[in-house]
């Protein structure tokens, strides 16, 4: 039997994770429309920068208010039309849960790029700039732990 493998084993940035959710993205949508040619397109999300991070102690959103109103309106739609179409509803679930999480991805990799891409060219990225994108990896790992 195999072992589990650790997860100090693998070392995976969130600029991975949003390009490997890319590639399953990709290979679901070929499966899907072999399956179904008439299933509906996965939803459409807005590139907004994340919302700046605020100094009290409530979490700072991972999305700018737009785009969590859209994923808010997406899931409002998915959700009323489960009585009617239960399983397409799932499908729709898990492809509106699969976008969030690339977009978590995407904004988390953009912020260290931006890091980065300070330190590659010699500039000193300021213990400010470091303690908000901290904060947000903290804020959001916490959440992730407390569900």
């Known amino acids: 039997m195999t072992e589990p493998r650790r997860t100090d084993d693998v070392r995976l940035s969130t600029a991975d994770l949003a390009n490997a959710t890319d590639r399953a993205k990709e290979r679901a949508t070929e499966k899907t429309a072999a399956q179904n040619p008439a299933e509906p397109a996965p939803p459409k999300l807005p590139a907004q920068p994340p919302v700046a991070d605020r100094d009290d102690n409530r979490p700072s959103s991972l999305f700018a208010g737009n785009e969590a109103d859209d994923f808010r309106h997406q899931w409002g739609d998915i959700q009323t039309g489960f009585v009617d179409e ?21 904004i988390f990799a953009q912020e260290r790029s931006k890091l980065e891409q300070q330190w590659a060219r010699g500039g000193d990225v300021s213990t400010e700039d470091l303690r908000v994108a901290f904060r947000r990896y903290r804020g959001f790992f916490d959440r992730l732990l407390s569900v």
Do not use: G, T
């Open 86 to 106: 239960p399983r397409q509803a799932v499908e729709r679930a898990d492809a509106l849960v699969a976008a969030a999480m690339k977009r978590l991805a995407e």
